[in-house]
């Protein structure tokens, strides 16, 4: 048992989660709201051996330095790899911090939001950002039967979105580190990026957090009347071609929250389709992520 635990920032933990957490622990508080400052992170944490924290807090090497009674983090948000952690996981392992994550709890809430756009803009539903009627993108209303997708990143995310697009029959291809045989059998090509990108109308990047693939070329690549979806937690492509390609033609893109996109102020772009909130935080989200991060602590707990 830790002799006190900490959750640094709101963990949004469904109810019945937080109850449990006081079963691994001496003493449980759980703050609600975020620390704004290094040093106030610090003081919450004081000599607890066990600490909580979401998205919305970073852990540097500096404040773990600060805080030598730590043995235990639970990230209660994704870990991909530590590259991409707001913890500095490889600091706080050389110290003999134990360091664990989850994932994979928010994709379904991912894969429905694409699945809506697509068909929102395909048919022409609803209004653009700047509140004038949405024309269907192809003139007529259009089915997602026949539409050329390119996934770009088929990890966990990316293999569930292409699913779901084939279910509705679109004709998939798709993009990764290497070529997948599980996709392979479900009859997904894989392709180079660049042709990727040539020859799909629609391309969704599934990518961890700042990973960026798209560049002047691949921006050139692409071209004009594409449709382009981010689901990453940042943006997969650097600022200016992206910006350039958004000017020219009649490109759009949709990205569930502002991290995704990048730039408040491309907000104003009739063509870009942001809504500012994460589409994977659901209320079964909450219940998956709330029995993860207990099923950590009880394996840490299995292994001492």
């Not at 269907?136 to 997708?149: D, M």
């Not at 943006?235 to 033609?249: I, N, S, Y």
Request: with cysteine; charged share 25%; proline share 4%.
């Amino acid at each position: 048992m830790f002799k006190k635990m900490i959750g640094i920032d709101p963990l949004q933990l469904i109810p019945s989660a937080d109850k449990a957490l006081e079963s691994f622990t001496e003493t449980l508080i759980l703050h609600t709201d975020t620390p704004t400052s290094a040093d106030a992170i610090v003081d919450r944490i004081g000599d607890a051996d066990a600490v909580l924290l979401s998205h919305r807090v970073t852990l540097t090497k500096d404040i773990l330095e600060r805080c030598p009674n730590i043995k235990y983090i639970g990230m209660c948000c994704s870990l991909y790899a530590p590259e991409s952690a707001n913890v500095d996981i490889n600091y706080a392992n050389s110290q003999g911090i134990i360091v664990k994550g989850v994932r994979d709890y928010g994709d379904e809430g991912v894969v429905e939001y694409i699945v809506s756009e697509l068909v929102r803009c395909l048919h022409g539903i609803g209004k653009t950002p700047d509140g004038k009627p949405r024309n269907p993108w192809s003139g007529i209303p259009r089915e997602i039967t026949g539409l050329k997708v390119g996934i770009v990143g088929l990890g966990k995310s990316g293999g569930m979105v292409a699913d779901a697009l084939r279910f509705f029959g679109a004709d998939i291809t798709y993009f990764a580190r290497s070529e997948k045989q599980d996709a392979k059998d479900k009859g997904y090509e894989f392709l180079p990026l660049d042709e990727l990108l040539e020859v799909n109308e629609v391309v969704i990047a599934c990518l961890n957090k700042n990973t960026v693939l798209l560049h002047e070329n691949e921006f050139s690549k692409l071209g004009n009347h594409k449709m382009l979806f981010n689901t990453g937690l940042s943006p997969a492509w650097d600022a200016e071609p992206f910006k350039k390609w958004l000017d020219t033609g009649d490109n759009v893109v949709y990205c569930d929250t502002l991290g995704a996109l990048g730039d408040k102020d491309l907000l104003s772009k009739p063509n870009v389709n942001c809504l500012e909130v994460s589409t994977g935080r659901t209320q079964q989200a909450f219940v998956r992520l709330s029995e993860k991060v207990l099923a950590n602590i009880t394996a840490y707990f299995k292994k001492q």
